[in-house]
T-cell receptor, first 120, second 110 residues
Framework: GAVVSQHPSRVICKSGTSVKIECRSL??????MFWYRQFPKQSLMLMAT?????????EQGVEKDKFLINHASLTLSTLTVTSAHPEDSSFYIC????????????????FGPGTRLTVL | AQRVTQPEKLLSVFKGAPVELKCNYS??????LFWYVQYSRQRLQLLLR??SRESIKGFTADLNKGETSFHLKKPFAQEEDSAMYYC????????????FGTGTRLQVFP
């Protein structure tokens, strides 16, 4: 099946620094990728939709200047947490869609393993 | 507003017992519903989607538009079914966005 990778799997940084997280679709192309945030023992919260070759679409309440998303190719999207603070510590997960039953159906989403960010 | 509700945070059963994980949704259009599963220390993965009408690992889920539900069922639980289960709703048509419920942890005891 389709595989999505994330790098790094874990990162610890100092407050005020920026952290970049990569999401790659390894054996398929994805024009759209999604970034989620998951707090401990809570559900996944969609942060933004990453669109290849165009600007990302952010969900309400998510600061676009804080969470920079770049989708430079059909297999790579990056999320940069700028000027990170302890409250940004979380588990960040990306997903990418592989074409489903038909163009009308929602793509099956394949999820990356996640990146645990700890901001000191 | 689109919303997915999973009322149970934890469901504990013994091996061989039937299992039903509840999921209710609110959505004004024609929904696409999914169940995702996350085993310990593994990534989230698709278990089944209502449009495929499949039975995966013995699990089934029927979309009931009248009750706006998509409950996940299995007649005989196995220990290896222990995991976190998330019900998800696809957002506006052709956006592929997923809205997740809060998840239910299934514990199957031997």
């Amino acid at each position: 099946g389709a595989v999505v990778s994330q790098h790094p799997s874990r990162v610890i940084c100092k407050s005020g620094t920026s952290v970049k997280i990569e999401c790659r679709s390894l054996d398929f192309q994805a024009t759209t990728m999604f970034w989620y945030r998951q707090f401990p023992k809570q559900s996944l919260m969609l942060m933004a939709t990453s669109n290849e070759g165009s600007k990302a679409t952010y969900e309400q309440g998510v600061e676009k200047d804080k969470f920079l998303i770049n989708h430079a190719s059909l297999t790579l999207s990056t999320l940069t947490v700028t000027s990170a603070h302890p409250e940004d510590s979380s588990f960040y997960i990306c997903s990418a869609g592989d074409r489903g039953f038909s163009s009308r159906d929602t793509d099956t989403q394949y999820f990356g393993p996640g990146t645990r960010l700890t901001v000191l | 507003a689109q919303r997915v509700t999973q009322p149970e945070k934890l469901l504990s059963v013994f091996k061989g017992a039937p299992v039903e994980l509840k999921c209710n949704y609110s959505y004004s259009g024609s929904p696409e519903l999914f169940w995702y599963v996350q085993y310990s220390r593994q990534r989230l993965q698709l278990l089944l989607r209502h449009i495929s009408r499949e039975s995966i690992k013995g699990f089934t889920a029927d979309l009931n538009k009248g009750e706006t539900s998509f409950h996940l069922k299995k007649p005989f639980a196995q220990e290896e079914d222990s995991a976190m289960y998330y019900c998800a709703l696809s957002g506006p048509w052709n956006t592929d966005k997923l809205i997740f419920g809060t998840g239910t942890r299934l514990q199957v005891f031997p």
